[in-house]
């Protein structure tokens, strides 16, 4: 009950504030992209179509599945980072909600959020072959999902104002073109592997070329390695509040 409180007052702030309700909107125009706008893009790439076609289709659906959890992401770190300096956090503490409820809703939100877009991507993209396992896609898609909490966490961690969220939002946001990785050859791609989000694609890219063991695989890697990274992340976010 009191998250269905939360979430109307989110949804009224969400409304008024332009940037916030661009930041919940805009995976629709990102979705809208990659229907429309990607297959003119690839079809005026040189050489034969039909070779190569797929591998940079699938890139280009890595890279947007990728951009969808960091606006929620970044939209619930501004909410964190707003609630912490009203000293929210430390009034909700003393309620029957307690910090748990609160970090667990305002943290569960942007996730839920991002596994809906992420999990209309793939059909709404038509960019992959009909032979693409819906299975062997899921790591990749919970995984990218499981982006956003992190990106919000991070925000929390490392900025000490709205400000500084949103430095810290667009520094970080180069990580979503780790894709591109994908196009050199190996082992120098493997540079990629320091960040999440190479390994987030690697499965993403394996499931569309029908790998689904190495699918499973990088999935399964790129969740125990943002685990990892939000449970650093977390503590260092708790320590500013406290």
Same mark, same amino acid.
């Given at each position: 009950?009191?998250?269905?409180?939360?979430?109307?007052?989110?949804?009224?702030?969400?409304?008024?504030? /332009?940037?916030?309700?661009?930041?919940?909107?805009?995976?629709?125009?990102?979705?809208?992209?990659?229907? $429309?706008?990607?297959?003119?893009?690839?079809?005026?790439? /040189?050489?034969?179509? #039909?070779?190569?076609?797929?591998?940079?289709?699938?890139?280009?659906?890595?890279?947007?599945?990728?951009?969808?959890?960091?606006? /929620?992401?970044?939209? !619930?770190?501004?909410?964190?980072?707003?609630?912490?300096? #009203?000293?929210?956090?430390?009034?909700?503490?003393?309620?029957?909600?307690?910090?748990?409820? $609160?970090?667990? $809703?305002?943290?569960?939100?942007?996730?839920?959020?991002?596994?809906? +877009?992420?999990?209309?991507?793939?059909?709404?993209?038509?960019?992959?072959?009909?032979?693409?396992?819906?299975?062997?896609?899921?790591?990749?898609?919970?995984?990218?999902?499981?982006?956003?909490?992190?990106? !919000?966490?991070?925000?929390?961690?490392?900025? !000490?104002?709205?400000?500084?969220?949103?430095?810290?939002?667009?520094?970080?946001?180069?990580?979503?073109?780790?894709?591109?990785?994908?196009?050199?050859?190996?082992?120098?791609?493997?540079?990629?592997?320091?960040? /999440?989000? +190479?390994?987030?694609?690697?499965? $993403?890219?394996?499931?569309?070329?029908?790998?689904?063991?190495?699918? +499973?695989?990088?999935?399964?890697?790129?969740?125990?390695?943002?685990?990892?990274?939000?449970?650093?992340?977390?503590?260092? +976010?708790?320590?500013?509040?406290?």
């Amino acid at each position: 009950m009191i998250w269905l409180r939360m979430s109307v007052v989110d949804a009224k702030q969400t409304l008024r504030d /332009p940037m916030l309700f661009f930041m919940t909107a805009a995976p629709l125009l990102i979705l809208a992209a990659l229907r $429309y706008a990607a297959p003119y893009g690839l079809s005026l790439l /040189p050489g034969d179509p #039909e070779s190569g076609a797929l591998d940079f289709a699938a890139i280009v659906s890595a890279v947007a599945l990728l951009l969808v959890p960091l606006l /929620p992401g970044t939209m !619930a770190g501004l909410l964190l980072l707003d609630e912490r300096d #009203e000293r929210l956090v430390a009034a909700l503490a003393v309620t029957p909600l307690r910090k748990s409820g $609160y970090f667990g $809703y305002r943290l569960a939100f942007p996730f839920v959020l991002s596994a809906g +877009y992420a999990a209309a991507l793939p059909s709404a993209s038509g960019l992959l072959p009909p032979g693409a396992n819906a299975l062997s896609l899921a790591p990749s898609l919970f995984a990218a999902a499981a982006l956003a909490p992190m990106f !919000a966490v991070l925000m929390g961690a490392l900025a !000490a104002n709205k400000l500084e969220g949103l430095a810290v939002s667009k520094l970080s946001g180069w990580v979503v073109f780790a894709p591109a990785l994908l196009l050199a050859p190996e082992p120098a791609q493997w540079v990629g592997a320091l960040v /999440p989000t +190479y390994w987030i694609a690697k499965s $993403y890219v394996s499931a569309a070329s029908g790998d689904a063991a190495a699918a +499973y695989g990088w999935g399964i890697g790129a969740l125990l390695y943002l685990v990892a990274l939000f449970v650093w992340l977390f503590g260092k +976010y708790l320590r500013r509040i406290e």
